[in-house]
Nanobody
Framework: QVQLVESGGGLVQPGGSLRLSCAAS????????MAWYRQAPGKERELVAV???????NYADSVKGRFTISRDNAKNTVYLQMNRLKPDDTGVYYC???????WGQGTQVTVSS
């Protein structure tokens, strides 16, 4: 049984930082690419960042230079470090096992003063 469990969301002021975590189980984590998506109210879910099994990364243009995706294969965990947050970053952030149907339950990120 595959489980992806996100944590780390919350309310932060513009310019602040948050780190999201996603703990995976039921997959051979080190062999899988992992991704973060987000969905803002009234908008479609969009890809934020992806990290390949070998560690290479890709980012949406809107978060380049501010967000960093990383992985710890020893802990079966993928992270999303979010810096210089903006109100437009508000949404539910989901962890995804790339190329599969497996998603986490989501964690809310709200950027507001």
């Amino acid at each position: 049984q595959v489980q992806l469990v996100e944590s780390g969301g919350g309310l932060v002021q513009p310019g602040g930082s948050l780190r999201l975590s996603c703990a995976a189980s039921g997959i051979i984590f080190r062999l899988n690419a992992m991704a973060w998506y987000r969905q803002a109210p009234g908008k479609e879910r969009e890809l934020v960042a992806v990290v390949a099994s070998g560690g290479s990364t890709n980012y949406a243009d809107s978060v380049k230079g501010r967000f960093t995706i990383s992985r710890d294969n020893a802990k079966n965990t993928v992270y999303l470090q979010m810096n210089r947050l903006k109100p437009d970053d508000t949404g539910v952030y989901y962890c995804h096992n790339w190329g599969s149907d497996y998603w986490g339950q989501g964690t809310q990120v709200t950027v507001s003063s």
